[in-house]
């Protein structure tokens, strides 16, 4: 069964910096497109950044340039490293992971609170 959990989440002041991770199980890892997606209370989830296979990443324009996602295929993880935080970021954070048969597989989600 393949999972997924977050971990790094917390409290931080405005212009902090935060470090998400995500571990993965199982050995779909390496092949499988990995992305970040946040929730804030009252609103949709939003992607927040997505990394291929190959390490290509994109990013949401909110995030741009303070966020950045890397992986490690070797440790079969995920991170999300968040510069310059904003209370607007305050979100629960969540993996995602999108293997090559399209299965589709979710954390339970890390919070993130930047209180000004």
């Known amino acids: 069964q393949v999972q997924l959990v977050e971990s790094g989440g917390g409290l931080v002041q405005a212009g902090g910096s935060l470090r998400l991770s995500c571990a993965a199980s199982?050995?779909?890892?390496?092949?499988?497109?990995m992305a970040w997606h946040r929730q804030a209370p009252g609103k949709q989830r939003e992607l927040v950044a997505t990394?291929?296979?190959?390490?290509?990443?994109n990013y949401a324009d909110s995030v741009k340039g303070r966020f950045t996602i890397s992986r490690d295929n070797a440790k079969n993880r995920v991170y999300l490293q968040m510069n310059s935080l904003k209370p607007e970021d305050t979100a629960v954070y969540y993996c995602?992971?999108?293997?090559?048969?399209?299965?589709?597989?979710w954390g339970q989600g890390t919070q993130v609170t930047v209180s000004s």
């Open positions: 995602y992971a999108l293997d090559t048969a399209h299965n589709l597989y």
């Open positions: 199982g050995r779909f890892f390496s092949s499988s497109a």
């Open positions: 990394i291929t296979s190959g390490g290509n990443a």
